[in-house]
Nanobody, 126 residues
Framework: QVQLVESGGGLVQAGGSLRLSCATS????????MGWFRQAPGKEREFVTV????????YYADSVKGRFTISREYAKNTVYLQMNSLKPEDTAVYYC???????????????????WGQGTQVTVSS
């Protein structure tokens, strides 16, 4: 069992930055690909980014490419999402998720993930 707890959300003006954290429990953090998804009001949950178990493969949604950066710190069992140049359309609840797979596995679909956090709200004002 893996438990995920997100933090770092909040209210920020357009153009600002936030860093989200996702702390995981258990000793198997390094065995999971870690992803971030988001869900805006009235919309489906969508893929944002993922980092492989190996840590050397990442993928980003086109909408955040060049603005968001995912990273993971194995010693702290934590994955981060650095969000820069935020836009009002980035407003959503952001979810951290974990997926079992091979060393360089980088899933992009909701159904490929095994565990989810409760989410953290990010609001970007114009």
């Amino acid at each position: 069992q893996v438990q995920l707890v997100e933090s770092g959300g909040g209210l920020v003006q357009a153009g600002g930055s936030l860093r989200l954290s996702c702390a995981t429990s258990g000793r198997t953090f390094s065995s999971y690909a870690m992803g971030w998804f988001r869900q805006a009001p009235g919309k489906e949950r969508e893929f944002v980014t993922v980092i492989s178990w190996s840590g050397d493969r990442t993928y980003y949604a086109d909408s955040v490419k060049g603005r968001f950066t995912i990273s993971r710190e194995y010693a702290k069992n934590t994955v981060y999402l650095q969000m820069n140049s935020l836009k009002p359309e980035d407003t959503a609840v952001y979810y951290c998720a974990a997926a079992r797979g091979s060393y360089r596995y980088t899933p992009e679909h909701l159904g490929e993930y095994d565990y989810w956090g409760q989410g953290t709200q990010v609001t970007v004002s114009s």
